[in-house]
């Protein structure tokens, strides 16, 4: 070509300050590795308590810091582009290359016709030579509604393409423009003429949907409609395709007279036998159909929901591509992705902002982005698996100089959408996009990679794409379900960056692609974080340094560190503080849950046990979640599995955080002293979580709205939230309960601190056994209580077994004193609990809380009682164990079978649980 000399078409900038960057990063992981060696020097011994929690905690803080490690491939070695149109125009303008333009829609309701024809019409009007672009609707959907929008959309654009060509319109979606204008005045004639003919589209459009049929006087119009006679089902039915306008044909013209782009409907034919491979298998139809058609050079991609900003993007990805020094090793230029739809402190972390503003950009810096979709350029030759050579340059196939009629070539169309087509070739595995995995699109980019190419990552000045964002919890924890079970399916596929791309890319890239692929394995360590230093915090067993120790340093220079860059980086790409509060939020959420399934998901399917689908993300929402979503409010409204988790993590979090306040206003400033000194680390934890689960106790608790969370998944959560709850009523009955056995020859007296008056206080004893096993008696002994004091409460005499409860009138010290008349030693076994309502007390004012506590506390009780009776009545059968024994083998295996059975039935209830956190009995014998 000889344009050696020319100024390149791109520019190519590092990031400043990467030496300060690195040297930071490298002070963070020293930090690191010393919290490793705290981890391996102090694990505890055989037998110890808390050793396998221990090992459990240096798992993670392994995976955490390898992690870690990965992410820091994407932050390493930033970089920035820039275009220059100008240079490309005056080089270029005379030889720009076809562009076929790709618009994917699959179901009318999730995504609807008027916002894909906006998204048609905006990339129609693109500032390119009209002659050059054809434009493609694939519809999954079958739907002749959407179908009936395009015809429409094709008879507006004869107006539109002009009018926004002749007032330099941006941006060119048409709803957005008019939506951008509406706030400045009327605007002009010209803009309120369009305005109407715009809103009469709009009107007859959505009549058709809300009906939802095309009404039968349009349909008779329309000789494309027939299409749809021998149609059964979106599911069923043969190929469609037709040519709405033929860029070709001098004829097809716009008002003005001007040729209009080429605009072509494709549903491709489905049958139930025949599985359709979501996204990708529309993409390769579409790319065998353009070749027919158009056979563009460059083939642009976007969703139907990611309508075009700027019009001038078609040229910007051309600089990157046409340059003569360094365009022929680019394969694709994945622009970023941005969406309309997201508020100031965007809840849901929907924007994806600092893998737009950083991430990929790093990854650009070794070799490119990974390809993401919609906002994509390509080579039409790097999709067909073409690997990259030194020499490359695209061969011109137009074929024959012979023209085919349209009908003829919406037949020949026809035959490459058939689910046959693909029987016996390559396509989607060495041509085209891949199948089998959710992520077509990341590891269909990969492949192109490891073929020796590179990839672009353009974020310009004015963003180039907008799209809709998933506008409630559950469709965003869907969503990135489905991108890291994809990504994990890639680590472990034929294509695996771990491997595959082993020396095919950088290394740099190789880490960036396994951060996104190992995104769901994720999920087991933070739930280990988040689960098992809490309830450990409750035990009172302290499973980081001590705030004297040295140890503690390491910790506190990585969480500070890392969390103040982190915090700095999101406000640096543009977010809020309080975005990246909820940023913290969605973080600990998608692992909890989305990651989890994920993972769960991908083992059983790489067992064979379940198949991959592909749930379209919603791209409207009913008028009161829009609302809440505008308002920031978290939308719940569904039960689903995924919130049961969410749930339940956060309840356990709140019962652990409120049980230890609980132990620690009742301790006193020593207690509180004590557990800061060791358990300030475990406490942070606890309390962020708390704090960070805000939104959920208000769903649960607090609101009545219908994005609360149902009822019906506070049942489904009921049972692990039962269990917490069993949890932390054990653990705060502890210092309240007790049972002892002792051997009393004459007189015994025992004392229990009752803290609080109107506390009710439950006593029991069972005599189990005389000291000598030959001769049984019946005798009992006496016991006598007595209040603070010293009045006497309660008298039994020459009882084997009583039980009593009361209200303590007085706080103070109880006495209770026994004796044994008889001339022999016996023994006794002897319970007294104390219950006391937490709520009704001055610990938790905050009305907020009540529930929970009435709750919990009532749970308490509930738990007391089970406990006190089943005390009882295990004493009561081991005496009567002994009583038969006295009478009858017989009696005692029938006796030892019925206490089996009592301890097997308790078992769940109490034996676990006390062996989970036992403690010592505070109790003292006088
Ligand atoms: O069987 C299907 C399913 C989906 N789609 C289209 O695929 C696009 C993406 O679907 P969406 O539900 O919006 O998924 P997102 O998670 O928002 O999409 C991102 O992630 C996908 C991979 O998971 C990529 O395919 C997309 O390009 C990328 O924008 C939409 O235009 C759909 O109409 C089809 O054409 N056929
Ligand atoms: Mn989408």
Not at 6 to 30: C, D, M, N, Q
Not at 367 to 392: A, E, V, W
Request: charged letters at 20%; aromatic letters at 14%; proline letters at 4%.
């Amino acid at each position: 070509m000889g344009r050696e000399g020319h100024y390149p078409l791109f520019e190519t900038k590092r990031a400043r300050g990467r030496l300060i960057y690195r040297l930071f990063s490298v002070s963070i992981f020293v930090g690191i590795c010393l919290i490793w060696v705290y981890r391996l020097n102090h694990i505890p011994k055989h037998g110890e308590d808390g050793r396998w929690v221990w090992i459990g905690l240096l798992g993670s803080e392994l995976w955490f810091g390898f992690y870690w490690l990965l992410t820091q491939a994407l932050r390493w070695s930033r970089t920035y582009r820039f275009t220059f149109k100008d240079r490309l125009s005056q080089r270029f303008e005379n030889e720009l290359p076809g562009v076929d333009i790709f618009v994917c829609t699959a179901d009318p309701t999730i995504e609807p016709p008027m916002m894909v024809i906006n998204t048609v019409l905006s990339v129609m009007a693109y500032d390119y030579p009209p002659e050059k672009l054809s434009v493609y609707l694939s519809d999954d959907g079958g739907s002749d509604l959407t179908f009936y929008a395009l015809l429409e959309a094709s008879e507006f654009a004869k107006q539109w393409i002009p009018f926004c060509k002749k007032f330099n319109v941006e941006p060119r979606s048409p709803s957005a423009y008019f939506a951008s204008i509406s706030n400045v005045s009327n605007g002009s004639h010209s803009n309120q003429a369009i305005k109407k003919l715009y809103k009469g589209m709009e009107n007859r459009i959505e009549n058709a949907t809300k009906l939802g049929r095309v009404p039968s006087e349009i349909r008779s119009k329309h000789k494309g409609f027939t299409h749809w006679d021998s149609y059964s089902s979106p599911r069923d039915h043969d190929s469609i395709v037709h040519i709405f306008l033929n860029g070709r044909d001098p004829n097809t013209t716009d008002v003005t007279g001007s040729t209009l782009p080429t605009l072509v409907y494709l549903a491709r034919e489905k049958r139930p036998q025949h599985f359709h491979n979501f996204k990708a298998g529309a993409m390769n139809a579409l790319i065998r159909v353009s070749s027919k058609i158009s056979n563009g050079q460059i083939i642009l991609n976007v969703d139907c929901d990611m309508y075009s900003n700027d019009s001038k993007s078609i040229r910007d990805a051309l600089c990157f591509l046409m340059d003569e020094k360094k365009g022929h090793e680019i394969a694709f230029i994945q622009f970023s992705q941005y969406y309309e739809n997201i508020t100031r402190n965007d809840l849901y972390g929907g924007s994806l902002l600092v893998i737009r503003e950083v991430e990929f950009n790093g990854l650009d810096g070794f070799g490119g982005p990974l390809y993401t979709g919609s906002g994509c350029f390509h080579r039409r030759d790097t999709f067909l698996g073409r690997k990259f050579s030194i020499g490359y340059k695209h061969e011109e196939k137009r074929e024959s100089t012979k023209r085919e009629s349209v009908l003829e070539l919406e037949a020949q169309s026809k035959e490459l959408a058939s689910c046959t087509y693909e029987e016996n070739t390559q396509w989607g595995k060495e041509v085209g996009l891949k199948y089998g995995c959710p992520v077509e699109d990341v590891i269909t980019g990969l492949s192109i990679q490891s073929k020796g190419w590179k990839s672009v990552y353009y974020n310009p000045p004015r963003k180039a794409f907008l799209g809709v964002a998933p506008t409630t919890l559950s469709q965003t924890l869907v969503q990135h379900k489905r991108w890291s079970e994809g990504d994990l399916q890639i680590l472990l596929s034929k294509y695996s960056p771990a491997w595959y791309a082993y020396k095919k890319i950088s290394l740099g890239l190789q880490l960036g692609y396994c951060c996104y692929c190992l995104w769901s394995p994720n999920s087991l360590p933070i739930l280990f974080y988040s689960i098992i230093p809490s309830l450990y915090l409750l035990k009172g067993i302290p499973l980081f340094p001590q705030i004297s120790s040295p140890w503690i340093i390491p910790f506190a220079y990585v969480i500070v560190s890392k969390y103040t860059y982190s915090l700095a980086e999101f406000l640096w790409s543009g977010g809020t503080i309080l975005g990246w509060w909820n940023e913290q939020r969605i973080w600990l959420y998608k692992r909890a849950s989305s990651y989890l399934f994920a993972f769960i998901d991908t083992i059983l399917k790489s067992l064979g046990f379940s198949e991959s689908g592909f749930i379209i993300t919603a791209k409207v929402a009913d008028e009161d979640v829009s609302r809440r979503y505008q308002n920031e409010i978290m939308e719940f409204g569904t039960s689903t599995p995924m919130f049961t988790i969410l749930a339940t993590l956060a309840l356990l979090n709140l019962a652990c955080f409120v049980g230890v306040v609980k132990q620690l206003v009742m301790g006193g400033l020593e207690g509180i002293e004590k557990v800061y000194e060791t358990m300030f680390l475990q406490i942070l934890l606890c309390g962020v979580l708390v704090l960070i689960n805000w939104p959920l106790y208000q769903g649960l608790f607090l609101r009545k709205d219908k994005g609360r969370l149902p009822s019906s998944l506070a049942m489904k959560a009921g049972l692990p939230i039962y269990a917490a709850a069993v949890f932390i009523a054990f653990m705060l009955s502890l210092e309240a309960v007790f049972g002892i056995r002792f051997v009393i020859d004459r007189e015994e007296c025992f004392s229990h601190n009752v803290e609080y008056h109107g506390d009710t206080v439950h006593v029991s004893f069972v005599v189990i056994k005389v000291e000598s096993s030959w001769h049984y008696t019946q005798d009992g002994v006496d016991l006598v209580v007595k209040g603070p004091s010293g009045h006497q409460i309660h008298d039994f005499r020459d009882k084997t077994s009583d039980k009593i409860e009361f209200v303590a009138h007085d706080k103070g010290v109880y006495r209770f004193c026994f004796t044994n008349k008889s001339p022999y030693h016996e023994t006794i076994d002897f319970d007294v609990h104390v219950s006391h309502f937490s709520y009704l007390d001055q610990h938790a004012k905050d009305e907020h809380f009540n529930p929970l506590l009435e709750q919990i506390s009532k749970l308490e009780e509930a738990l007391y009682n089970i406990q006190f009776e089943q005390h009882w009545l295990e004493a009561q059968t081991e005496r009567q164990a002994i009583v038969n024994d006295a009478m009858s083998k017989m009696a005692v295996q029938k006796a030892l079978l019925e206490s089996a059975a009592l301890i097997g039935a308790s078992f769940l209830q109490v034996y676990l649980l006390r062996h989970l956190f036992e403690r010592k009995l505070g109790m003292s014998r006088v």
